[in-house]
């Protein structure tokens, strides 16, 4: 069965540091990954989706790698703002299957 | 994509009532899903269900508790019946588009927490 790991569970940076959330998965056969914003209380936001045929993808300060073979992803934030405190998810696909990490609770300090 | 309006967003029950939460799609699906996700853990799938047939439940989940109904492709309700404080968590509507690499979207989220 897959399973999905994120770490850290939680971190913390100060306004303007660039940082890195990482994304593991025990089975490389997936269609895709996706990484997902959320914040308390409420659903997901798709931010980016990275199909299996691809390296990274990127959207404005974000950008998601993805290596399929040693089962890893990153999710690049450059110059963090506090707006983007928030619940960092990852999900794998396979089919119509949809596999969901932890998250990581990202806290960034003004 | 797809835009997903979930309601209620939030609502506080009382232990033993029954609650229905609504998902409505703005294009036609086949199918839509529903998760689970309990205070600081990840989500937990807890059906599939397809229109015009019953839908299928993960392990762990029955129809008499979390009955849910899918009358037509842009609409489905999930009821979580009996409800106990166990039963806190976001209920969260989902539907897989195939337009662009199988990406799931998500509603809004269903608050409850039951006292």
């Known amino acids: 069965k897959q399973e999905v790991t994120q770490i850290p569970a939680a971190l913390s940076v100060p306004e303007g540091e660039n940082l890195v959330l990482n994304c593991s998965f025990t089975?490389?056969?997936?269609?895709?990954l996706q990484w997902f914003r959320q914040d308390p209380g409420k659903g997901l936001t798709s931010l980016l989706l990275i199909q299996s045929s691809q390296r990274e993808q990127t959207s404005g300060r974000l950008n998601a790698s993805l290596d399929k073979s040693s089962g890893r992803s990153t999710l690049y934030i450059a110059a963090s703002q506090p707006g983007d405190s928030a619940t960092y998810l990852c999900a794998v696909s396979r089919g119509n299957q949809f596999y969901f990490g932890t998250g990581t609770s990202l806290t960034v300090i003004p | 994509s797809a835009v997903i309006s979930q309601k209620p967003s939030r609502d506080i029950c009382q232990r033993g009532t029954s609650l229905t939460i609504q998902c409505q799609v703005d294009?036609?699906?086949?199918?839509m899903f529903w998760y689970r996700q309990q205070p600081g853990q990840s989500l937990t799938l807890i059906a599939t269900?397809?229109?015009?047939?019953?839908?299928?439940?993960e392990s762990g989940f029955v129809i008499d508790k979390f009955p849910i109904s899918r009358p037509n492709l842009t609409f489905s309700t999930l009821t979580v019946s009996n409800m106990s404080p166990e039963d806190s968590s976001i209920y969260l509507c989902?539907?897989?588009?195939?337009?662009?690499?199988?990406?799931?979207?998500f509603g809004e989220g269903s608050w409850l927490t039951v006292v």
């Open positions: 989902s539907v897989a588009g195939t337009g662009s690499g199988n990406t799931i979207y």
């Open positions: 269900a397809n229109q015009g047939s019953e839908a299928t439940y």
């Open positions: 294009s036609q699906v086949t199918m």
């Open positions: 089975d490389s056969a997936i269609y895709n």
